[in-house]
């Protein structure tokens, strides 16, 4: 995707860590944690990349609930 900005190298990092966990044998939920504005959202289209490409027929939920509390006011 010509659109999708470089990721940064803490973010490449992260991105090898859980792939990295997996490949441990871990099973369950991977947690990453990192500070407000530190590309989460990039972080995690990059993981779903990454997973598309090795595996197309893969299918990704993502559920999202940012803001739900805002909006109930």
């Known amino acids: ?3 999708m900005k ?5 973010q490449v990092a992260a991105r090898d860590a859980v792939f990295d ?3 441990s ?3 369950g ?6 500070p407000v504005a530190a ?3 990039l972080l995690i289209a990059e993981l779903i990349k ?4 090795q595996s197309p027929s893969v299918r ?3 559920p999202a609930r940012a803001g739900m509390n805002r909006l109930k006011g």
């Open 29 to 34: 939920n991977a947690l990453v944690v990192a």
């Open 6 to 10: 470089a990721p940064r190298d803490y």
């Open 21 to 23: 966990w997996f490949r």
């Open 1 to 3: 995707m010509s659109w």
């Open 60 to 62: 990704i939920l993502f």
């Open 25 to 27: 044998g871990n099973q």
């Open 39 to 41: 590309g989460k959202s």
């Open 50 to 53: 990454a997973i598309h490409e």
